[in-house]
Nanobody, 127 residues
């Protein structure tokens, strides 16, 4: 069982930056691909970024590539999402998720593949 807790959301103006964090419980953090997803009002949950258990492989949505950076610190059981050049269309609830794929560099982008989810953190970007 893994518990995930997000933090770092808030209100920011367009062009600004935010850094989201995801703290995970458990002793096998490195066995999980960590992903970030988001859901805006009236829209489906969408993939944002993900990173493999070793941190060696990352994937980004086209809409976030070049602006967002995902990272992880396995010694501290944390994952981060650095968001720069934020746009109003980035406004959403952001969720951290964990996908159990031990000894693998698999990085999946479909939310149904993820086993554990945090409660979400609100990010609001004003124009």
């Amino acid at each position: 069982q893994v518990q995930l807790v997000e933090s770092g959301g808030g209100l920011v103006r367009a062009g600004g930056s935010l850094r989201l964090s995801c703290a995970a419980s458990g002793r096998t953090f490195g066995a999980y691909t960590m992903g970030w997803f988001r859901q805006a009002p009236g829209k489906e949950r969408e993939f944002v970024a993900a990173i493999s258990g070793t941190g060696g492989t990352t994937r980004y949505a086209d809409s976030t590539k070049g602006r967002f950076t995902i990272s992880r610190d396995n010694a501290k059981n944390t994952a981060h999402l650095q968001m720069n050049s934020l746009k109003p269309e980035d406004t959403a609830v952001y969720y951290c998720a964990a996908d159990f794929v031990p000894l693998s560099e698999i990085v999946r982008v479909v939310s149904d593949d993820y086993d554990y989810w945090g409660q979400g953190t609100q990010v609001t970007v004003s124009s």
